[in-house]
Every structure is written in C-alpha cells, then in structure tokens.
C-alpha cells in the first residue's frame, strides 16, 4: 500500500513563501513522474508544477518564476517551493506520483493541504 502525506500549507500574507512536502511510503520500486495540482473552491483541479523522473520540469504560466518544483528520490519526497504568494494562489495543493510497486504502475494522491494567501 502506497502512501503520499503532504505538509507545508498554511496561512501567509501576499509576497510570502510556503514550502510544501510530499513523501511516499510503502513498498516502492520506482519513485517515477511527480506533480503538484491545485483546486480552489468551484473550480477544477489543475496542474502547478510536475517533474520527470530525470529531472525535466513544467510548471504552469501562472506560477513560472515563483514556484519551484524539486525532488530528493533517497526520500520519495517531492518539494514545492513557492515564493512571491498572490490571493489567487489560495487553494487546496494535492501532490502527485507514478510509483512503481510490484503490482506495477500506479497513480497516486495525497490528501491535500490547504494553502491560502491573504492580501
């Protein structure tokens, strides 16, 4: 059984910084492709940042240059740095993650963490 726990949210003022966590735990052979999306209230979920097993990064128009998506594949753990926060940065931040386990590949969510952003 897989496992992503993420931690880091929390209340900032605009121009603020917030860095969030992510670790896997469980019976992991391959910790693969890992993403943040991102969901307020009322709108669909979308994608923030992923980054490629090899290191190749993508982030979304909205937060280039102010979010830095990062891994540390010793600890399964996957980062999101986010610095010069807006209001509209303000919603639920869900990681996400290809692991491969001896079942194969599957696709997995943390639970969520609140981040919101006051002006």
């Known amino acids: 059984q897989v496992q992503l726990v993420e931690s880091g949210g929390g209340l900032v003022q605009a121009g603020g910084s917030l860095r969030l966590s992510c670790a896997a735990s469980g019976s992991i052979f391959s910790f693969n492709d890992l993403g943040w999306y991102r969901q307020a209230p009322g709108k669909e979920r979308e994608m923030v940042a992923r980054i490629s097993r090899g290191g190749s990064v993508y982030y979304a128009d909205s937060v280039k240059g102010r979010f830095t998506i990062s891994r540390d594949n010793a600890k399964n753990t996957v980062y999101l740095q986010m610095n010069s926060l807006k209001p509209e940065d303000t919603s639920v931040y869900y990681c996400?993650?290809?692991?491969?386990?001896?079942?194969?590949?599957?696709?997995?969510w943390g639970q969520g963490t609140q981040v919101t952003v006051s002006s």
């Open positions: 996400n993650a290809i692991i491969t386990t001896m079942r194969g590949d599957g696709y997995y």
